[in-house]
């Protein structure tokens, strides 16, 4: 896979987590405890983290621009 094409798959994955995280009813699932309440957190901090490695991801696929175009 190129780095353009990992960046792509990772945002594909971000929304869709996103999407999960404000889904109305993953949000009564945990406001109704029938699941643990930490699975909100766990959800946040896979979207914090995936947002860093999306980061480092831009970077090179940058570099790579900025070099292709040079």
């Known amino acids: 896979m190129e ?6 798959e990772f945002n594909s994955c971000y929304a ?10 993953w949000l009564l699932l945990i406001a109704d405890k029938k699941i643990d309440p930490e699975a909100a957190t766990h959800v946040g901090d896979t979207l914090h983290y995936l947002g860093e490695v999306m ?10 621009f900025n070099q292709q175009a040079e």
């Open 3 to 8: 780095p353009i094409e990992i960046l792509e």
């Open 16 to 25: 869709k987590i996103q999407a999960i995280a404000q889904d109305e009813n």
């Open 55 to 64: 980061g480092c991801v831009e970077e090179i696929v940058e570099i790579k």
